[in-house]
């Protein structure tokens, strides 16, 4: 009998006319999460171990607010435009001045952001300090659009999202931090790695050990015990999603 076919057929190797300029390609991670979760503490100890493994590294800062830093800034939106600044010229308040310090940004990806890059190489690895507005990452779209940017520049971007752990203290609070983060990870559509930080101020660390697998069916019988009747479809809903 004459032999099978294969079941698939190998892909001919890419030819890649002589004096062709190779695609070149970057590296980002998005470093995302509420206020207060320990996004910069979190970039000062990645600085620092990929100064110890010999990995070349640059942090950019993205939030128009911050104002003292652990590591050193490569790039600074503070150059383009401060929340303060913002605040007094256009008496705006902090979320409003912070919202519109973003949309300024998208406006100069081509100019400003476009210029600072020029100035890594390929195999750079840059981390993007963001600031701490949740809308930033689940609704409001400048954030995607930074992504989208950074992605026509060949860079390969990833999204890291940060959760203060003492946050994890109870299947409500659970819940509430695990929407956060699946709005944040289906707005900027990249691979996405959640974290709990925090976990040397966790007194009981068995108490946030339930929560890293969780059961839905335990989750489910902890939301009705602690919510009323009338809420247990939306908490079956909830369980099972997560």
């Known amino acids: 009998t004459p032999p099978k076919p294969p079941l698939y057929y190998p892909a001919p190797p890419l030819s890649i006319p002589s004096g062709s300029p190779t695609p070149t390609m970057g590296f980002a991670q998005l470093v995302i999460g509420p206020a207060g979760s320990g996004k910069s503490t979190y970039c000062s100890g990645l600085y620092q171990h990929c100064e110890t ?3 070349r ?7 128009p607010a911050a104002e003292h830093f652990s590591y050193p800034v490569s790039t600074d939106i503070r150059e383009l ?7 007094e010229e256009l008496g705006m308040g902090p979320n409003g001045g912070l919202i519109y310090c973003m949309e300024h940004l998208e406006d100069n990806l081509d100019d400003w952001l476009d210029e600072q890059l020029e100035n890594y190489l390929d195999d750079d690895y840059l981390v993007f300090d963001c600031p701490g507005q949740i809308e930033l990452f689940t609704h409001v779209p400048v954030l995607h659009n930074f992504v989208e940017y950074l992605k026509r520049k060949n860079f390969t971007v990833c999204a890291v999202y940060l ?14 931090g695990c929407m956060a983060s699946l709005s944040a990870m289906i707005q900027l559509e990249l691979p996405h790695i959640n974290i709990l930080s925090k976990m040397d101020l966790v007194s009981n660390k068995k108490d946030v050990e339930d929560y890293l697998n969780p059961e839905a069916q335990v989750l489910l019988s902890q939301l009705n015990r602690q919510m009323a009747p009338r809420f247990h479809k939306l908490n079956k809903a909830l369980a099972e999603l997560v």
């Open 53 to 55: 493994v010999g990995r």
């Open 57 to 63: 590294i640059h942090m950019v800062n993205l939030d």
């Open 81 to 87: 435009i401060s929340l303060d600044d913002v605040m």
């Open 163 to 176: 959760l203060d752990s003492q946050f994890v203290s109870d299947v409500t609070k659970y819940i509430s």
